[in-house]
Structures are given as C-alpha cells and as structure tokens.
C-alpha cells in the first residue's frame, strides 16, 4: 500500500494540489487518511481514482457528473476509453493504473493501440519513453515498490526484444558493427535496447551482451572482433566522479574505440570527457551518429530523411 502526500498526487497524476482538494471537499471524490499529527496521506485505491477521473474528466465529462458514477460506472467507462483513447497524457495515465493493478490486458490495450496508430518506434519515443520517466518519479517519491516497477519494466522489455528479434543483422560490409552492453552493477537495459533496435532497424549489426557486463569481458571481446562504436547507459545511482573514472578505464582497455552514452546518470555529467566519447541524450541524436557511420547524414528516428 502507498503513502501519497497530496504533492505526491499532484506530481504523478498532473492535477494541482488546489484543484484535488476542490474535488475532494466539494465532490468527496477522493478520501484522505489522515496520521496522529492530522497530515493527509492516500493510498493506492485513490490514487488510481484519482488518474481514473483524471482521463474521464479529459475526454469531456464533467467533475459532477463523475462524482456521481459508482466505482463499477468509473471502471466500465475507463475500459471503455482505453479502446480508443489517443493522447499521449491519457494513455500514460492508463499505463500508469495498469502498473498499479498489475494488469498485464490493460497494459497490451493502450500499446497495442497506440503501435497500430503511430508505429513501434513512435510508441516508444512519444509514449514509452515518458511513461519511463514518470516510474522514475514515482520511485524518487517511494509511490511504487519493486514488485510492480519489476511488473512493468518487463512487460515494455518484452516488447522491444521481440522487436529486435524481427530485424534481420546486416551482412554488407559497410554496415556499421556495433557492441551493446550494461557496465557491471547496471540493470535497466530497455533504453540501450531500444538503440540496438533502431541500430539494427537500419541495417547496422548489432551485438548485444545484455546487463551488468564486466569491463575485462568488453577488452576480450574487442581483442577478437573489430568494431566501430560501443554503445552503453547509466541509469542507476552513481556518482559522477565513478562514471568518468570507468569511462577512462574502458577507452584505455579498448583502444579508445567510439563511445556512446546514455542515460539518467549522464545528463548532469560534469567533467572532461576523453576525445572517443559522445553522450546520448535522445533516440534521434543516437541515429544521427548511426547516420555519420554510414554517411549518410541525419535521418529522423522513423528512419526517413
């Protein structure tokens, strides 16, 4: 069970603290607890009634009129919705009640949908990508546990190895040849994967070593094969001092071969970077640089000029 603060509802269901309170004491949609020292707090129950509302109350119902829908009414017109829902916000608040209920149907609904309409790597870009980043709000915030971080987080890899799976590696020698893998300790692969996708998408081979990868592996496999980029991401906490250290220590071990990084721990990045790396910081920068090895220019991330 989660322990929201009213600034907690507002950060992941978007609604201001003023406006939830107005619905609160006029309409009784949501009901605080409250602790020994009278702070409200919510659980998971209003927190998904709250997003629940939030997407009715989007596609054109008004707050009254909601207010008087039994829970059954609310859960009908939601299912409802979510079969032909478009915008991005409401469609991440589907996702985001799919996490809470560990509904793995809802989750398949609002995707598959939204894939039909705008193709895998729009979803991705425009859907998945700001889904991603509001579980990352939601962990900072302690609003989920593991379990369904874990839950989802999987279901979205799924997706993408199965994506990977239907492009076939390049065999022309001009491909690009690239190494993908997660420095040791590092879990959160969907990011560097979703780049192997669009790596190979475009004709490039891709070898991928998956998660918490050693550094000595990286130099043998290097040592063996030539490549012409490797490809890595920061997600989890770490500090700056330790991510350029480990850069420096695999530039020297792999000759200084092309380096490519992403990911949260990356943005804030102070601190001279050696000459061989680039940092990431979006899906159409890294086909831009995809682009470069080939010559062929920038693309855009659907893959056309």
Known sequence: ???????DLERLSGI?????RIWEKRYGLIEPHRTNTNIRTYCDSELKKLLNVSMLNRSGIKISKIAGFTQEEITDKINQLTNVVSDVESQIEGLTIAMIEFDEIKFERILSRSIIQNGFEKTIIQLIYPFLVKIGLMWQTSAINPAREHFITNLIRQKVIVAIDGQINAVNEDAGKLLFFLPEGEMHEIGILFFAYLAKNRGHQVIYLGQSVPTADIA???SVRSFDALI???VSSINNKSILSYIEILSEKTGHIPLLISGLQTENLTGELPQNVTVISSPGQFVNELGKM???????VNGKR
């Open 1 to 7: 069970m989660g322990a929201y603060s009213i600034r």
């Open 16 to 20: 201001k603290a003023h406006t939830i």
């Open 220 to 222: 043998e496999m290097v």
């Open 294 to 300: 080939t010559g062929r220019g920038e693309e855009e």
């Open 232 to 234: 890595t991401a920061f």
